[in-house]
DNA sequence: TGTTAGCACTCAACCTTTAGGAGTGCTAAC
DNA sequence: GTTAGCACTCCTAAAGGTTGAGTGCTAACA
């Protein structure tokens, strides 16, 4: 059996309602709905044809029928094909530009929950490749020196350090030229155990000093743990009766509220890169467990070259894809713009 | 009428089978559940003298009684003054030391989410009086600066400026002695326009630096707004069905991820002080619209002398008090413990 | 051959009724 | 002051009945 132009539009216009109502579809509603002209009667033959197919499913018999994940996918698949969407009135809200990265990110999640009525999830922007900047040791008490490491894209992280023997201005502008001459400008693969050493024998007696910063600044480069990861709109969930069953749910806004259940989401939506950015999971596509009954879709954002991010929205399989999509990509634009400023 | 001696037993043990059961409780059980020997029927007659105090409820004719806030409040300050509990499992999950403040705080409020079931939350403690201990600007790029201020607590705040002209290292060394001499030591309330009209005077065309670092110091030392608030068990909330309404359970969910709606309380707890660092709110009582129906426990934590906290489990009314409250001392204790080594 | 009207059938959803039980207030007796 | 007993209330759960949306199938029609 094929898969033809009619079935194809009495699929999109089963999903359509679907969407909206969140009840199953009986075959009289699409008879009217579309502009087919086509009796009841034989929209249910089509139907039949369309559940053996596997595009749709019927929760119990004398109900109408639901999309299945298959129908959702190949629903979305066709209409991702198109359409660049209006600017909305997210662009205002967003402009008025806030100065932190941090205040900036929970908006913009906060805006997404707000607009489209469904969970939503933003990661700072992942720095790969970094590469050392700039290091600083002050001291700042007797035996406390502080370390500042900034890397490249200014991100710029602290370390306290307790030393032993008091240190005089001189020698802490010893070492300070020291590390910066030897490690400014390489990533974490360019600094070798070599150069180390080498180091550590020019440091004399402060050698365990360098070794701390080197350790810092290890931790500093690798970033991973950096990843911050911002909700909005978890209470959304509730909303949609697939999705606030008791247990379902308490899972849910668990991982939302355990960041770290995020994660793989994030990992395996930057990995799965497709040119556009724009990542749907479906039902069990989804890597995280939770969310095997909802539907996810993840943009990449990206705001100079390497530092990129995710943003996400999850929401019931009858998520409306069409306005998600067009909404997350409106918003992708708005962040590089609201960047190159 | 009083409340003597009797009609205590028995509002006890009302609310002690109501907190187990969560279901209203019927005057056979309570003859039956004290040792108090009495028939249902006296039990009837104490419970009606009861209502009329205004400490139990019914929830509609025949059906049996629940406590009322006059009633919770009752036992929860009865039950304050007493017990300092035996040291559970949370030690031993506490003291896998984390380096990290804010790895700890989320530690401990999942290790009390997961132990008491309820919804909980600490902040970061608030730092008040703070007094500059510490400033360095270092020329990270051409144009740029960096300005790292630290704070008494060792609390580091970093701040990038952007400059026009190219500064050499001799001017920012200059720059460097000028305002640690003008400012160490001092609080909020002691930089006053005197100070900030000489340094800028002295600072000559680099006046407007001067501006900015202190601006950025001002930033540093008021630490309001670096209230970090960590929540965990937010999902805990669904597994009270008197919580699990979607409407209520929707608002509270959202104040749990919203965490500024958490400022209040925060605030009330840390102000009302008294004497034990335990408060308890219990219905109206909160400062949290969306948690009347709940009951909250808070606890302020110190750290060092001005280093405040606050936790927070939220809950049913009929959260298991005794426990909590327990659970909340020990803890207070453990931080304590924790932070002398 | 594709489309349609019609009909019998199914089944969740909703309502009503019923019975049962938990709990009460009141009274009268101990 | 305490208790047994009884009539009463009202929630709950189960059972039965009705409704209506939706189906599959068949037969007729263009």
Do not use: W
Request: proline fraction near 2%; charge should be negative; include cysteine.
């Amino acid at each position: 059996m094929q898969l033809d132009e009619r079935k194809m539009k009495i699929l999109q216009a089963i999903i359509r309602n679907y969407l909206e109502t969140g009840e199953p579809v009986g075959s009289r509603t699409i008879s009217k709905y579309t502009d087919l002209n086509l009796s009841s009667a034989t929209i249910r033959n089509e139907m039949a044809d369309l559940e053996e197919l596997g595009y749709i499913l019927q929760p119990h018999t004398s109900a109408g029928r639901i999309p299945s994940d298959k129908g959702y996918r190949l629903y979305v698949d066709k209409m991702m094909e198109d359409k660049e969407r209006e600017i909305d009135e997210m662009k205002e809200m967003l402009l008025e530009k806030e100065d932190k990265m941090e205040h900036l990110l929970k908006q913009v999640a906060k805006v997404l929950a707000v607009n489209t009525n469904y969970a939503t999830m933003i990661t700072t922007p992942q720095i790969h490749h970094n590469k050392l900047k700039f290091i600083q040791l002050s001291r700042v008490d007797a035996n406390q020196i502080l370390a500042v490491i900034v890397v490249e894209g200014n991100v710029i992280k602290n370390t306290m350090l307790s030393v032993n023997e008091e240190l005089d201005e001189e020698t802490l502008l010893k070492l300070n030229i020291l590390l910066n001459t030897h490690l400014n400008g390489l990533s974490l693969e360019e600094i070798n155990l070599g150069m180390i050493s080498a180091m550590k024998q020019q440091a004399g007696i402060h050698s365990d000093i360098v070794g701390d910063v080197i350790d810092a600044v290890a931790e500093a480069i690798k970033a991973d743990e950096d990843l911050e990861i911002y909700t909005s709109g978890t209470n959304n969930i509730l909303k949609y009766p697939e999705l606030a069953d008791k247990q379902k749910a308490s899972e849910l806004i668990n991982t939302f509220e355990e960041k770290k259940l995020l994660t793989e989401l994030v990992q395996d939506s930057l990995s799965e890169e497709n040119g556009t950015g724009i990542q749907v999971y479906i039902g069990d596509e989804t890597p995280v467990q939770s969310m095997k009954d909802c539907s996810v879709v993840t943009a990449t954002y990206e705001l100079e070259e390497g530092m990129k991010g995710t943003i996400g929205i999850i929401g019931p399989k009858r998520m409306d894809y069409d306005k998600v999509v067009g909404t997350l990509k409106t918003l992708m634009h708005q962040l590089d713009d609201l960047y190159k400023k």
